[in-house]
């Protein structure tokens, strides 16, 4: 957990610099509009538009994100003097998951519909690396940003492969590079490419077809992904494992993402940052989870947190980031008289018996072996739920609490023991992450203080000169 | 004179004017199908010209075809030009109705889909929303083509090709040996030709439609 903080104050600051360096490029670039005043009103961004997607930056680093700077966007719609989005200005950094989250009706999926220009903003401005998309050709800059929806929005007169090669035909790509791009795709988000190229959407389930959705949103690697509750019409067990492969892809891309969604713990379990939004699309929070959890700004935020936010704070903490405890184990080949002499000197009445490639295989009691009467084959309880390195603590817990010695086995990535969670691991790296989040919170409360006093200082001074 | 002799003796009579009956619906068919699906493209998006053009490719079917027929005479004369005129405009309203409303019943969320992966309109129309809107086009083909079968029999009057004529002569010589004869053959060939026609659709559905969105 500290790393992880450690990281967060890298980023924090990373980010101020480059937005620092990107106000100055910025003013540079206004410079020129002028010189393009005579162009056609849809080239009529200043900054000719290159082949590669925005701009340099993303040309040189191939298929990571982008930054998007929205600027006092609005919308209005004809015949309703309340504006549907008002006035939101945030700024999404390169390679991060930024969660819209807010009640049905607040204007979330309104707000990420103009990031595309699906819904044109009525003012504001888009700038996607640095590059004011606001007037572009609509078609154009949205090929270079990948789009899921609901129910993946799959052509259903189309097979797997013809929906995934369309964005980049469209592109233009030779017909050869395609077909390798859709099996890299389908096998990118888990599809066995021979079994489902030539499938329709009709014979696939709910969650493989969000799959080919993603498939097709990436095919032609654009920096921005926006997705629109993408996993909302699937059940929740595949709703779990999609989320899942998301981080797992994520992890290889680095994209920029945005997703709407209101479910608030989908927001947890992905989002790097949160934007809690209220109606109209205000911005009541834009915060990382664990800040939003146990700092929420106001009663709307805290609200929808809902019950048990220290419950949903397990969810942010991984398995790998907390101490394991070493637990005393016997391979199943060892011969039964050192099992014995292991069990009955040890100060652990328990031993973990691993299989021959070092898997949890039993639990063994002393009692059990004075029943084994020479051998072990029906001794012992088979360890029965496990839990990965990736596994939350929250699924940790579970897994403890159903467990009948309060115990459960901590495996890598091919099944081998690494170690056991037990109760009281889990209780002390609780108390220490609250004990964290809530030092952090005040140093953020500081921070937002001193800032405001700057502020106001500088106020003063600017009246009395 | 029985009417399988009647069959056998007027065997080329009755050939030429099935083909001529087939070959003016299939080119009046050809005509109202690209006329119609171009009047829905046009109009599907707006609610109220698409249901203009239903309303008025409804009102043509109205007008009973013998009259529409007898006032196209002195406008364009006799013979080929007032069938296809009258067969296009009768073929016109199942088509129309049918696109727009296929065009109209593609769900939005795919049709929004399609404007976030970057289709530009066109593309949209033909990759997209026409694909979908097949399968009751098609439905609206045939229903067409069934009717105009029928109403093609008008066209005789107006001295157009197809078996009309051998009805009309039957008819208008009623009492003569042959009279029924004529009738009937002729009634009996458009009904073959209608369900041949019919038999030709089931396949072009067969072939068209995608396995994804087949029924």
Known sequence: MPESASENTAAASAATSSAASSATSAAASSATPAAASSATPAASSATPVPDTAFGGAVSRGGASGATIRLENLTKRYPGNPMPAVDNVSMEIKAGEIVIFVGPSGCGKSTTLKMINRLIEPTSGRIRINDEDVTDMDPVKLRRKIGYAIQASGLFPHMTVAENIALVPKMAGWPRTRVRDRVEEMLDLVGLDPREFHGRYPRQLSGGQQQRVGVARALAADPPVLLMDEPFGAVDPITRDHLQDELIRLQHELRKTIVFVTHDFDEAIKLGDRIAVLRERSHIAQFDTPEAILTNPTDDFVSGFVGAGAALKRLNLTRVRDVAIAEFPTVGVDDPLQSVFDRLRQGPHNELLMLDRRGRPYKWLRRGDLARAKGSLARAGQLVQDTVTRDATLRDALEAVLTDSGGRAAVTGRRGEYIGVVDMETLMNSVHELLEADRLAAIEHQHQLEELHHDRTERELEGFGG | ?215
């Not at chain 2, 009647?6 to 199908?33: G, K, W």
């Not at chain 2, 229903?143 to 004529?165: D, H």
């Open chain 2, 1 to 215: 004179m029985s009417f399988w002799e009647y069959l056998t003796t007027r065997r080329q009579q009755l050939l030429t004017d099935a083909f001529q009956h087939a070959s003016a619906v299939f080119q009046c068919m050809v005509v109202a199908t690209a006329l119609g699906v171009l009047i829905a493209v046009l109009s599907y998006r707006s609610t109220w010209a698409g249901n203009l053009a239903i309303t008025s490719t409804a009102t043509f079917l109205t007008v009973p075809s013998l009259a529409l027929i007898g006032l196209l005479i002195p406008v364009v004369g006799l013979g080929v030009a007032p069938t296809v005129i009258a067969l296009t405009l009768y073929g016109l309203l199942p088509i129309v109705r049918n696109a727009i409303v296929g065009l109209r019943g593609v769900d939005p969320s795919l049709v929004d889909a399609a404007k976030g992966i970057g289709m530009s309109h066109t593309a949209r129309l033909l990759r997209v929303e026409l694909p979908l809107a097949w399968p009751p086009i098609l439905t609206g083909i045939r229903v067409s083509t069934q009717m105009l079968m029928g109403i093609a029999a008008i066209a005789a009057y107006a001295s157009g090709p197809g078996l009309g004529n051998e009805i009309f002569r039957g008819i208008a010589s009623l009492g003569s040996a042959n009279a029924v004869n004529q009738v009937l053959a002729g009634t009996l060939g458009i009904v073959v030709l209608a369900l041949l026609f019919d038999a030709a659709y089931v396949l072009l559905g067969r072939l068209t439609i995608p396995r994804g969105i087949r029924a």
